[in-house]
Nanobody
Framework: QVQLVESGGGLVQAGGSLRLSCAASGRTFSSYAMGWFRQAPGKEREFIAAISSSGESTYYTHSVSGRFTISRDNAKNTVTLQMKNLKPEDTAVYYC????????????????????WGQGTQVTVSS
């Protein structure tokens, strides 16, 4: 069992930056690949980024590639999403997720493959 708690959301102007953190409980954190998803009003939840259990492999959706960076600290049981050059279309509730496996691929980063979820944190980007 893994419990996830996100933090770091807020209101930021377009072009600004935010850093989201996800704190995980449980001794198995370092065994799981982790991901970030987001859900905008009226839209389905979408994959944003994923990182393998070791941190060696990362994946991003096209719309955030080059602007967002996912990282993890297994000693602190945390995964972070650094977001730069934010755009109004980045406005959404952001969720942290644990996949339950050590490695994911581009075919297995979707929410159907995620076993554990945080409660979400709101990110609002004003124009």
């Amino acid at each position: 069992q893994v419990q996830l708690v996100e933090s770091g959301g807020g209101l930021v102007q377009a072009g600004g930056s935010l850093r989201l953190s996800c704190a995980a409980s449980g001794r198995t954190f370092s065994s799981y690949a982790m991901g970030w998803f987001r859900q905008a009003p009226g839209k389905e939840r979408e994959f944003i980024a994923a990182i393998s259990s070791s941190g060696e492999s990362t994946y991003y959706t096209h719309s955030v590639s080059g602007r967002f960076t996912i990282s993890r600290d297994n000693a602190k049981n945390t995964v972070t999403l650094q977001m730069k050059n934010l755009k109004p279309e980045d406005t959404a509730v952001y969720y942290c997720a644990a996949y339950g496996v050590a490695e994911v691929t581009r075919l297995t980063v979707g929410e159907d493959h995620s076993d554990y979820w945080g409660q979400g944190t709101q990110v609002t980007v004003s124009s």
